[in-house]
């Protein structure tokens, strides 16, 4: 009877996630490669393409549906550039691991224009810093606004650190998350009256000081 009520579950969970592959959002803002709908129930059409069994967005843009032919398509939203390898990018740090940092992009210096939906970004421990690491737990924390080069063509972007005029430009307070104003090489909070010592800080861009 378990293992029966176990197989059950595990079809149910199947079940759910297949659901919810399927659903296309009308309206939602996509990037090259985004998964619209499973092939199952949708079939590509304008600026979509099939790809591991799903309905991809082939263009920056946002999804139409058609429910009567079961199609996915992208209408392109040409006034959004995307970032180009070797461009400067702004950062949130949404996501830390031991090798590897998740970051939404949200403003790019090189051609001036802010994203309202944020691409995904990552940064790997090597592009993090010259100097050799541990972990990306030296460097990095949740929220922190980075300022970072753009390394690969398409999404999600790859990111880099590495060099003095990048890195860290503002950093809250793991107590209380004040944003830190930097003295020297030091980060201090106005609130604990406490000075942290963080890796990688772009000192010349750092926002508080």
Not at 69 to 82: G, I, T, W
Not at 141 to 155: C, L, M
Request: charged content about 25%.
């Amino acid at each position: 009877m378990e293992a029966m009520a176990g197989k059950a579950r595990a079809l149910a969970e199947s079940f759910s996630r297949g659901l919810s592959y399927a659903s296309v959002v009308e309206g939602e803002f996509v990037v090259p490669g985004d998964e619209i709908g499973v092939v199952e129930e949708y079939l590509p059409s304008a600026g979509a393409y099939v790809r591991d069994g799903f309905v991809r967005a082939k263009a920056v843009g946002f999804v139409k549906a058609d429910a009567s032919k079961h199609e996915a398509a992208v209408v392109q939203a040409r006034d959004v550039p995307l970032p180009r390898l070797g461009d400067v990018v702004y950062a949130v740090v949404t996501g830390v691991r031991d090798a590897v940092v998740y970051l939404d992009v949200f403003y790019n210096e090189t051609r001036k224009v802010s994203y309202a939906v944020p691409f995904r970004g990552i940064l790997h421990i090597s592009e993090a810093s010259n100097e050799r690491l541990r972990s990306t737990y030296e460097v990095f924390g949740y929220g922190d606004i980075v300022r970072a080069n753009v390394i690969t063509r398409k999404p999600p972007f790859m990111l880099s650190t590495r060099g003095p005029e990048f890195g860290l430009v503002l950093v809250r307070c793991p107590r209380c998350m004040t944003p830190l104003r930097r003295r020297g090489l030091w980060l201090y909070c106005p609130v604990c009256r406490k000075t942290h010592k963080r890796k990688k800080v772009a000192s010349r861009h750092y926002l508080l000081k």
